[in-house]
């Protein structure tokens, strides 16, 4: 919802503090929202504000004096109003919500927190109008039921309404013509029974499809047969409608005393535009409306262009008044050249054209656009006696959920039209309500086409970031990490986080790719070092796709071959909550790679419910704290607690412990005490393209 300023919140603020309640109205003045507040002095003044100038929404203090909150809720509720009420509360427990929500306000609201304020309200404010263009609607769509039914009543069209093939609704026309003195003498009565012997079974299968929910016939054809028995031609248009709230369909029953073959050719050329044979307004709308319910109900995509050629009061002082209907005629056999066979063309206005492109993406539609337009623009113009060179403007409208009213796919398909022509013509201009979804989209393929050319041009690299010993001596050991070259438009080339892509790879299936990338980078380093004379262990993170993908295995015992590398140098790392939820196959993993010297190790330990549980099922080499204890080590008591508590099971269990994220000279003292083995931070040293730290 958009708050403009011609709207304006009308809220009413309960609060012993005057300067409270204006702090709450200056900040939402601040945000943008037009606000004009009221706030009672007492009870008695309250239930005169709700009455007298009712306030869209309240906001109150949970602890007020001058007016309680049971009083508060009694006004409201007696008030009879649609008014949400927001409690101000200045710190929120699970006990503190269920009391708030158990009186019936709506939510609360963090008094010291500006933008959780501004956003609740808005929220709030939003839903309400929301409830209110409900209500709206609903009362316009009575009154237009309670219309349509007079008009029904006395149409001479013999009209009725079907539910289930039964006689719901019929006006007096339609028991007319079938000899029927009252609705009461049909009610409940099958249509089926209306239909003369030979025609039942076609019909009866014709009302089987409906049932399933397949789209009415525009018309049909049969022998209707009347209350004496008698039999006559008849045609029956059907079209989905609502009666008193139930889904059902409105027939409207014409005898058919012409030839049925004259009558179709009839109803052709009611249908079409004579100058261009396209279709004609009316019958486009007809289509048009149906696209918009298809896309509103189904989340159909579908696409409408206008097209009008360019300067055509020039064109028409060049050739001549008389010739405009020629003009018009090769702009239409133009326009029919250049529609795919299921697209819907129609002369919509004097001199404008429409055409309706069904289950059309963005992408379809734009192409279209350009495809008419170049229709008119790379091609004279032949009429009988003239050849004209003429440009054409086209302005459309993507057709989606977002934008799901005739009314608004005709108003921005125009707007198009008219920006595209007011800006000199010969353009297209495509209004599309899903822009943002689809930016999303290219964004996203633009990320995965980024990460299968780092893979397949070697574009990924390596950081590293030493782990010191605490204990004992020292240990050539580092973490390795993994970033992403993505080259510019200049060449230039940036390093990009894995925050930015791992997410991305995830979703389309490239996690054990890039898996497979970084242990045999991982390895190939490993064999570098060793015949450097290094022995430099390596503790590399894999996802929980690798779990499931034996071929990990295969591809370690083939690079650990290829470049003479031990095994007992590789640290696999996996974070505890994938491991917990993909236990059996951890395991498995786990006794596969153990064959051949590789560890595995567990990182963000603790961070679950039952941590060590996890280590009676799950043999972890190492086990690195989860970075959330170190954040505030130095003045968080209870995380001291619990590191202390982690290294000490750690070592009953014989298990190494690693805390990462290490900040400062102090957390590196705890961290020490506590008796955790190794640490690593940008404290002791940063992560970097080099493995350069002096270990001594």
């Keep these: 919802m958009q708050f403009g300023k011609d709207m304006v919140l009308r809220l009413l603020i309960v609060d012993d503090s005057v300067e409270a309640a204006e702090a709450i109205v200056s900040a939402l003045r601040n945000s943008g929202i037009a606000v004009r507040p009221t706030r009672p002095e007492n009870e008695q003044e309250l239930t005169a504000l709700i009455l007298q100038h009712p306030p869209d929404l309240v906001l109150a203090a949970r602890n007020s004096r001058n007016v309680s909150m049971h009083k508060l809720m009694q006004s409201v509720d007696a008030s009879g109003k649609d008014l949400p009420v927001l409690v101000l509360m200045e710190t929120v427990d699970e006990a503190a919500l269920l009391?708030?929500?158990?009186?019936?306000?709506?939510?609360?609201?963090?008094?010291?927190n500006i933008v959780h304020l501004q956003n609740v309200v808005r929220a709030e404010w939003a839903d309400l109008e929301a409830r209110r263009s409900l209500r709206r609607l609903e009362a316009q769509v009575r009154e237009t039921e309670r219309r349509c039914d007079a008009l029904i009543d006395s149409s001479r069209d013999p009209i009725a309404y079907i539910h289930e093939g039964m006689h719901i609704r019929a006006n007096a026309a339609y028991l007319e013509i079938f000899g029927f003195e009252s609705f009461e003498d049909i009610e409940g009565m099958s249509l089926l029974d209306l239909v003369a012997p030979g025609q039942v079974d076609g019909f009866k299968q014709l009302l089987k499809q409906l049932s399933k929910g397949d789209a009415p016939p525009p018309s049909y054809e049969t022998q209707a047969r009347a209350l004496d028995g008698n039999a006559f031609p008849a045609v029956m248009e059907f079209?989905?409608?609502?009666?008193e709230g139930e889904q059902c369909l409105q027939v409207v029953l014409r005898?058919?005393?012409?030839?049925?073959?004259?009558a179709r050719e009839v109803e052709a050329m009611r249908q079409r535009d004579q100058v261009t044979g396209l279709f004609n307004r009316a019958t486009f709308l007809r289509s048009l409306e149906d696209a918009v319910a298809d896309a509103a109900q189904n989340s159909a995509h579908h696409g409408l262009l206008l097209i009008e050629p360019d300067h055509y009061?020039?064109?028409?002082?060049?050739?001549?008044?008389?010739?405009?209907?020629?003009?018009?005629?090769?702009?239409?056999?133009?326009?029919?050249?250049?529609i795919g066979p299921d697209d819907v063309a129609a002369r919509f206005g004097e001199h404008q054209f429409a055409v309706l492109t069904l289950h059309s993406d963005h992408s379809h539609t734009s192409e279209l656009a350009d495809k008419l337009r170049e229709a008119f623009a790379g091609r004279v113009l032949e009429t009988d006696h003239l050849s004209l060179s003429a440009t054409a403007s086209v302005g459309g409208v993507q057709i989606g959920e977002k934008i799901a009213s005739v009314t608004a796919v005709l108003g921005k398909a125009s707007q198009c039209l008219q920006s595209a022509s007011d800006i000199g013509g010969n353009r297209t201009e495509l209004f599309d309500p899903g822009a943002v979804d689809r930016a999303e989209e290219e964004r996203i393929a633009a990320w995965v086409a980024r990460i299968r050319d780092a893979l397949d041009a070697d574009r990924f690299v390596m950081n590293y970031q030493p782990l010191?010993?605490?204990?004992?001596?020292?240990?050539?050991?580092y973490e390795a990490y993994l970033r992403m070259q993505s080259l510019g438009p200049d060449d230039s080339s940036e390093l990009v986080q894995p925050l930015s892509f791992l997410q991305i790879a995830e979703e389309h299936g490239l996690l054990w790719e890039i898996d497979r990338w970084v242990v045999g980078k991982a390895i190939q380093v490993i064999g570098e070092r060793m015949r450097q004379g290094r022995q430099t262990t390596l503790l590399v993170k894999i996802t929980q796709a690798s779990l499931q993908d034996e071929s990990l295995q295969q591809h370690i015992v083939e690079q650990l071959a290829k470049h003479?590398?031990?095994?007992?140098?590789?640290?696999?790392?996996?974070s505890e909550s994938k491991v917990f939820t993909n236990l059996r196959a951890a395991q498995e993993f786990q006794s596969r790679v153990y064959h051949y010297g590789v560890r595995v190790g567990l990182e963000q330990f603790g961070a679950g419910l039952n941590s060590f549980q996890l280590l009676t099922h799950f043999d972890a080499a190492f086990l690195k704290i989860d970075r959330s204890?170190?954040?505030?080590?130095?003045?968080?008591?209870?995380?001291?607690?619990?590191?202390?508590?982690i290294a000490e099971k750690a070592r009953e269990l014989g298990r190494q412990t690693v805390a990462e994220f290490v900040q400062d000279a102090a957390s590196m003292s705890l961290l020490f005490a506590?008796?955790?083995?190794?640490?690593?931070?940008h404290f002791l040293a940063a992560a970097g393209p080099e493995m350069d730290y002096d270990f001594q």
Aim: glycine letters at 10%; proline letters at 3%.
């Design 255 to 262: 005898r058919q005393e012409i030839d049925p073959e004259l």
């Design 468 to 477: 010191i010993n605490l204990h004992g001596e020292p240990i050539e050991m």
């Design 674 to 681: 506590a008796g955790i083995d190794y640490a690593q931070g």
């Design 629 to 645: 204890y170190m954040e505030d080590l130095t003045s968080n008591p209870d995380h001291q607690q619990r590191v202390r508590e």
């Design 564 to 574: 003479g590398a031990d095994g007992k140098l590789l640290v696999l790392q996996l």
């Design 313 to 338: 009061n020039q064109l028409l002082q060049e050739i001549g008044l008389d010739q405009a209907d020629q003009l018009i005629k090769a702009c239409g056999e133009r326009l029919r050249e250049a």
């Design 99 to 112: 009391a708030v929500m158990e009186i019936g306000a709506r939510g609360v609201v963090l008094r010291s």
């Design 239 to 243: 079209t989905a409608a609502t009666y």
